[in-house]
């Protein structure tokens, strides 16, 4: 299977025209000593067989029912998402360089960022990350850029892949980063106030914690203001149809994964991650940003705007290295936004705390099963179990159901606990066969 | 047109929930509450559907029309690949990296571990990860596994050397790998600087960032001995795969001496670009920097079955969540899968023949700052055109109202009045000789009536905004 449109005479024109015998003296600029010494693959096939292959791989994956997040989340994606996001002028288009032939994702990704703005309540937003976890490490840089400072305090409730991203990304930078174990699987809490001094770039928390705790920052955001210093909050973006939003505790920048927002699993991508922040730290933003204008005849339109921030511009010491970011995921965050609405985003976070509400009843009803976070939840609650939690979740792994999240291999002490995820999209019968089933795995 | 905000009616909502089948949780704590919803627009699902379907209407792709944006690699993007992704779409990741949770993801990891073992193959290197989620994080991902060797070592690094000709995210995520970037400038044969190279190569390099092709569509002839040189002084050499595309089954970048390389899934392999993303950066090592890889990584198990290998010892450790951009992992395992060994050679060989066909067929019209055979694109100057007060840019216009994306204008930086053609192998010649007469008329329009390219666009929503004052107002989120 091949996509090329040459037919044997055209290629002879072609070769005529440049003035050469053959394709190969095309190539003959490229010494003997550097070709390549092997390219053994196998051959071509067409996109039957390649559909029934990847139909066989797909079919070596398990249907399981998901009560795991850890940043993923399996929510309802409304069917116009695909059919809008699937419209080729979106997907076959590059970033929009040239704004007279790109005023459809141009405009697509303004309305974008005000949706991040008025949902994170904060006044800027850039045109999305890669992920959440490296939106949080680009917040953390954010911070270092605009401080001056080189001392990062982290909650220990963050996403534990998202801190380990962090940790790469600051790896070889002059940077001290100082992470707080947190209490009660809820937050570091009253710990963090301690490591707040006036070296402190700033303070990287998340809400809803790793544990699936609800907090409120106001006062971390206050503490950290006083010493100069910023507060980088991670937020899961459903959570804000009903918890307070960064921007009303005072949060500096806020950050999160998208996912949740209208993209599928997809094996954990490609979703995207999101930034926005307080007006005056626009110019450290790393990545693309959208912004307003006019026209030659004063007429409304849009582009790419502050270039001069980033890397096809300043090079070296652009504010990122980020170049593609992932605007098609971004598109399909804005498509679910606008089909949810004002209430609508509202009624899906209600849906998610009431599922997990339930949830909660049914596990903590079964002997030995308590739920240990200090804060409420919101759509993720953490329970201790009277035995090994990784055990109990690959026993019930077998029985097609992924029970939560084990946290025994990132906190001390968390061998008997999971983190579990209910979604809107999780049924009644199915929280009724994942208590069933965790009881039999526990007690028979 | 309007925004979808001013087209919101307040208590319109487009998406309905499945009835509650559970009781209705406790109210939380009000200090954990939002004081108000937040302000997202509130429409049918038609109204939502309306605006989105005008919104791609001023927009182009490589579906609707011929995009040869220089070094972005607009090839046509295979509906076929498109269908594969779908097939994965259910597929929570987490379950991978619990205990008992591999024999349950068996399939996305068999198909992991293939697109690693034909990258290896298709790259000459030894190791492969497909977590990077673009080709810059690829890039920055490259680099910290650099640093991390040079760690192991002992060796005290401080520089990167880059040509002026390479992409700004290779300085830029070489300096966020915490190195310090000497820049080569390029040389009158079009390739970087060789003496210039020498002479800042020096113990403390830790690393070469090289194109090759290059930005200008040229073949560095040198590559081996720059390779060379590198490894003299322990330093490693990289290799930016942007233009990979050009010499597939030709060259292999860890023959020629490369330590690391990043493929952009989303340019050699035919991956959709989204409007800007998204893309998918794998990179390959040799064998010796393959501890330091990201985690997890994907294993072959001695009993023929995959899992995942989680361990941080030496490992860089993590630059994305999970596996990468998997569904654009998918596509383009597809695309390889169908190409095969010779569809990929093809691909090459096709799109460097478009490339030199435009450029014989434009260089009397347009000045060729680098008269050579090129790869897989190339680059003119409109420095011909200003002397009749034209500009790139106003060629580019006027191709947009002859219904063409333009090619890239102003890079790279070197050439002064860039117009960097990247035709790709999927265009036909008809397709080229209609676009060729497009630039010629463009270059006639320039002496005869220049004042037609400056007018240029006039068949668009839209013409020639306002940067300035978008930078200036920083309106980047409506408040209306």
Redesign the interface.
């Known amino acids: 299977m091949d996509f090329t449109p040459h037919t044997p005479g055209q290629v002879r024109e072609m070769l005529d025209t440049i003035g050469v015998k053959s394709v190969a003296d095309l190539f003959a600029q490229i010494p003997p000593h550097l070709r390549a010494k092997s390219f053994d693959l196998p051959a071509g096939i067409s996109e039957f067989e390649m559909l029934d292959r990847l139909k066989g791989l797909a079919k070596q994956n398990a249907d399981v029912v998901p009560f795991v997040g850890g940043g993923f989340y399996d929510h309802l994606i409304p069917s116009a998402v695909d059919h809008l996001a699937g419209r080729s002028e979106f997907y076959t288009a590059y970033t929009p360089y040239q704004p007279e032939c790109s005023q459809g994702s141009l405009q697509a990704l303004f309305e974008y960022q005000t949706a991040i703005c008025r949902l994170t309540g904060l006044d800027v937003s850039n045109a999305s990350l890669y992920d959440g976890g490296t939106a949080l490490a680009e917040g953390a840089l954010m911070a270092i850029r605009i401080t001056g400072r080189q001392r990062l305090v982290i909650d220990g409730a963050v996403n534990p892949f998202h801190r380990a991203i962090v940790k790469t990304y600051l790896e070889n930078l002059p940077v001290e980063v100082v992470e707080v174990p947190p209490e009660d699987a809820s937050t570091a809490g009253g710990a963090l106030f301690g490591e707040i001094d006036d070296r402190c770039a700033a303070v990287l928390v998340s809400n809803p914690t790793f544990f699936g705790c609800a907090a409120d920052y106001t006062e971390l955001a206050a503490k950290i203001h006083e010493n100069g210093g910023l507060l980088v909050s991670s937020v899961y973006p459903v959570s804000l149809g009903l918890l307070k939003s960064p921007g009303e505790m005072g949060v500096d920048i806020a950050v999160g994964d998208g996912q949740s927002l209208g993209n599928p699993l997809s094996f954990g991508g490609p979703a995207f991650g999101f930034i926005a922040a307080k007006k005056a730290l626009i110019r450290n933003m790393p990545g693309r940003i959208v912004g307003e204008t006019v026209d030659r005849e004063n007429r409304r339109g849009f582009v790419l705007t502050l270039q001069a921030r980033e890397q096809h511009i300043k090079r070296h010491k652009a504010t990122s290295n980020i170049c593609s970011n992932q605007s098609l995921c971004a598109l399909r965050g804005l498509i679910h936004m606008s089909l949810l609405g004002k209430q609508g985003i509202v009624t899906l976070a209600q849906r998610n705390r009431d599922k997990a509400a339930y949830a909660l009843g049914a596990l903590t009803a079964i002997r030995g099963v308590t739920h240990i976070n200090r804060e409420p939840y919101f759509n993720e609650f953490t329970v201790r179990l009277p035995g090994r939690a990784d055990d109990a979740v690959a026993a019930l792994l077998r029985r097609g159901i992924a029970a939560g999240v084990p946290l025994g291999n990132w906190y001390p002490g968390g061998d008997k606990d999971i983190v579990v995820t209910v979604t809107e999209k999780r049924s009644k019968v199915e929280i009724d066969r994942l208590a069933k089933e965790l009881e039999s795995v526990l007690w028979s | 047109?309007e925004?979808?905000?001013e087209k919101?009616v307040?208590g319109?909502?487009?998406?309905a929930?499945?009835a509650?089948?559970?009781?209705?949780?406790?109210p939380?704590?009000a200090?954990?509450?939002?004081?108000g919803?937040?302000?997202?627009?509130?429409?049918s699902?038609l109204d939502?559907?309306r605006?989105?379907?005008t919104?791609?209407?001023?927009?182009?792709?490589?579906?609707?029309t011929f995009?040869p944006?220089g070094s972005?690699t607009?090839?046509?993007?295979?509906k076929?690949a498109?269908?594969?992704?779908k097939?994965?779409?259910?597929?929570?990741?987490?379950?991978?990296?619990?205990?008992?949770?591999e024999?349950?993801?068996?399939?996305?990891l068999?198909?992991l571990q293939h697109m690693d073992e034909?990258l290896q193959?298709?790259t000459?290197m030894d190791a492969v990860t497909c977590q990077p989620?673009?080709?810059?994080?690829g890039?920055?991902t490259g680099i910290?596994v650099i640093?991390?060797y040079h760690r192991a070592k002992g060796n005290k690094k401080k520089y990167v050397i880059v040509p002026d000709s390479s992409?700004?995210?290779n300085?830029?995520?070489?300096?966020?790998?915490?190195?310090e970037?000497v820049t080569i400038p390029t040389a009158p044969y079009g390739d970087m600087d060789l003496d210039a190279f020498k002479a800042a190569l020096s113990d403390e390099v830790a690393a070469v960032m090289m194109t090759c092709p290059n930005t200008l569509g040229l073949?560095n002839?040198h590559?081996?001995e720059i390779c060379d040189l590198a490894h003299g002084v322990d330093a490693l050499v990289y290799y930016d795969g942007a233009n990979l595309n050009a010499?597939?089954?030709?060259?292999?970048p860890g023959?020629?001496g490369f330590d690391v390389v990043h493929v952009n899934l989303?340019k050699t392999f035919?991956t959709?670009?989204?409007?800007?993303?998204?893309?998918?950066g794998p990179i390959g090592v040799k064998a010796a920097l393959a501890p330091f890889l990201?985690v997890p990584r994907v294993v072959k198990l001695d009993d023929g079955t995959f899992g995942v290998a989680d361990d941080?010892a030496r490992s860089?450790?993590?630059?994305?969540?999970?596996?990468?951009?998997?569904?654009?992992i998918?596509r383009a395992?597809?695309y390889?899968?169908?190409?095969?060994?010779?569809?990929?050679?093809?691909?090459s060989?096709?799109a460097?023949?478009?490339a030199?066909?435009v450029m014989?067929?434009l260089k009397d019209v347009y000045e060729l700052p680098y008269d050579?055979?090129c790869m897989h694109e190339c680059v003119f100057s409109a420095s011909r055109q200003m002397a009749h007060g034209v500009h790139a840019i106003d060629i580019?216009?006027f191709l947009?109202d002859r219904g063409y994306?333009?090619p890239?204008v102003y890079?790279p930086m070197i050439v002064k009045e860039a117009i960097m053609i990247e035709p790709t192998?999927?265009?036909?010649?008809e397709t080229l000789d209609a676009f060729i007469a497009v630039m010629r008329e463009a270059a006639d329009t320039a002496v005869t009536d220049p004042a037609a390219l400056l007018r240029a666009?006039v068949t668009?929503?839209?013409?020639?905004?306002?940067?300035t004052?978008?930078?200036r107002?920083?309106?980047?989120?409506?408040t209306g």
């Open positions: 047109m925004l979808i905000y919101s307040p319109r909502h487009g998406v929930l499945p509650n089948d559970v009781p209705p949780a406790p939380l704590p200090r954990l509450q939002r004081s919803a937040a302000g997202l627009p509130e429409l699902e939502v559907v605006h989105f379907t919104l791609s209407r001023r927009n182009v792709g490589v579906d609707g995009y944006l972005c607009m090839k046509y993007n295979p076929s498109e269908e594969a992704a097939l994965f779409t259910p597929f929570h990741p987490m379950p991978a990296l619990l205990l008992g949770g024999p349950l993801v068996q399939g996305s068999a198909l034909l193959e298709i000459g989620l673009a080709g810059a994080h890039e920055m910290m640093a991390a992409h700004g995210t300085p830029a995520s070489a300096a966020m790998a915490g190195y970037i073949f002839p590559i081996k010499i597939l089954g030709h060259v292999r023959d020629v989303h035919g959709p670009h989204g409007s800007g993303g998204p893309g998918s990201p941080t860089i450790g993590r630059s994305a969540n999970f596996f990468g951009n998997f569904g654009v998918v395992y597809a390889i899968l169908m190409l095969g060994r010779e569809g990929l050679i093809e691909a060989e096709l460097v023949l478009n030199n066909y014989s067929r050579q055979t580019a216009k947009i994306h333009p890239t890079f192998e999927t265009e036909s010649k666009p668009t929503p839209v013409s020639r905004l306002d940067e004052k978008a930078a107002s920083q309106n980047v989120c409506f």
